[in-house]
């Protein structure tokens, strides 16, 4: 129940093209999900997050589409850029604000070719 | 002027050695976490402090001692390192809690 199950494990995309990966939770307690960005040699980066209450938010060329009922959200990478090419996390959290944790989905690899 | 930064960056030390990797944030943020990432990159909470007290312990070896002497400092020290504890280690903080982590750039740990 404490999971979060990303997909795919890695992506390969055109320049230009969509990026989309998928995560799924089945805790309904998690209340706030967020998204990383890594790069090799990096920590992990917020890259943009998203409130069960809503459906859709976007920044610039990154959207995350959220349905609760199905407790499945996903990154949508507009216009890919091989500098996106990063491995990115899926994460839920739950608990109270200062006692609470980050679950991390398992990741994906994103390559995007010129 | 780095937010989270910890130290050292690389350590390859041999099986049975006792270790410590030091975190540092300039942030002013409350809580402060480490965080082991495998192999496949799988990131999994380690521990968590907020203002020097440890909140969060998940089923960690008890070889795994963490310390905070103040709420801009986590150290993880290691006892007796295995090679199974060959990993990235990340630390991170916040200041509302489980919301916008920073994460320090990590400490690759090679037990060899």
């Known amino acids: 129940q404490q999971q979060v199950k990303q997909s795919p494990q890695s992506l390969i995309v055109q320049k230009g093209g969509i990026s989309i990966i998928n995560c799924a939770y089945e805790n309904t307690a998690f209340d706030y999900f967020p998204w990383y960005q890594q790069f090799p040699g990096k920590g992990p980066a917020l890259l943009i997050a998203i409130r069960p209450d809503v459906s859709e938010k976007k920044e610039g060329r990154f959207t995350i589409s959220f349905n609760k009922s199905a407790k499945q959200f996903s990154l949508h990478i507009m216009d890919s850029q091989p500098g996106d090419s990063a491995t990115y996390f899926c994460?839920?959290?739950?608990?109270?604000?200062?006692?609470?944790?980050?679950?991390f989905g398992q990741g994906t690899t994103l390559q995007v070719k010129p | 002027d780095t937010a989270v930064s910890q130290t050292p960056k690389y350590l390859v030390t041999q099986m049975g050695n006792d270790k410590s990797i030091k975190c540092e944030q300039n942030l002013g943020h409350d809580t402060m976490y480490w965080y082991k990432q495998d192999s496949k990159k799988f990131l999994k909470i380690m521990f968590s402090y907020n203002n020097k007290e440890l909140i969060i312990n998940e089923t960690v070896p008890n070889r795994f001692s963490p310390k905070s002497p103040d709420k801009a400092h986590l150290n993880l020290h290691i006892n007796s390192l295995e090679l199974g504890d060959s990993a990235v280690y990340f630390c991170?903080?916040?200041?509302?809690?489980?919301?916008?982590?920073?994460f320090g750039s990590g400490t690759r740990l090679t037990v060899v």
């Open positions: 994460a839920a959290s739950v608990g109270s604000s200062n006692t609470g944790k980050l679950i």
């Open positions: 991170a903080s916040s200041q509302f809690g489980r919301y916008g982590y920073t």
